[in-house]
């Protein structure tokens, strides 16, 4: 299943930003299918299956969600968690 | 006394087994009873978790990281499609940094195999000031 929420935390009072992924997906989908676009040719050019390549990168993107990084030192905190 | 006992003990009084056989086949059915339960076998892990608290400096710090199993799984499947050049200039640069990790020979079946034993691990030190956590849930 695909990530929803990208949750991220850098600052030291508190305030968290909750990003919604498949809204900013559809907002940059342009770019993208530019993005794909060229990432096919260079899969051509290195000789390297394209539809395996986005195959695992889509996999890799998916697997991402459950990810969860938070380090906190003294009152600074860094949270990035996928959801 | 069981079913089993009974059979063996009748098959003593009917002739049928002598003495020395009667009492090899009640020792292995002690032995049986005696051994422990199969394990369940616990699922495949999910997470590699990284819990890490220092409390050695002015300011305690804390990490907490959840890495998905599947994240690992992915990484691996997506390196196999890298061009056998760029694993080598990767080799180079990781040889360089001191880490002697060979990416060519990482096969998505090590990977699983790799995974299902990381159930098994658990990593804790502790010291006075700090304690390391590494395991997977």
Known sequence: MMPQVVTVKV??????????????????SPILVLAALVLAVACLVLRINPFAAFGRTYRLYTALRGLHLEIDEGRSTVLVSVR | MNEQRRQILEMLAE?????DEAERLIAALG????????????????YLRVVVDDRSGEVPSKVNVR????????????????????????NDEL??????????KLKPEQIEELIVHLDEMTIDVEDADSTVHVFCE
Do not use: H, W
């Not at chain 1, 600052?11 to 940059?28: A, C, E, N, S, W």
């Not at chain 2, 002739?15 to 003495?19: E, F, L, R, Y």
């Not at chain 2, 040889?95 to 060519?104: P, T």
């Open chain 1, 11 to 28: 600052t030291d009072d508190g305030k968290r930003f909750r990003i919604p992924l498949i809204p900013v997906l559809i907002v940059l």
């Open chain 2, 15 to 19: 002739g049928k087994i002598n003495a």
């Open chain 2, 31 to 46: 032995r049986d009873r005696e051994a422990p339960p199969p394990t369940q076998p616990r699922g495949k892990p999910k």
């Open chain 2, 67 to 90: 890495v998905p199993i599947q994240l690992l799984r992915a990484g691996v499947r997506l390196a196999t499609l890298v061009p056998p050049r760029a694993i080598d200039r990767a």
């Open chain 2, 95 to 104: 040889e360089r940094a001191g880490i002697g990790i060979d990416l060519s």
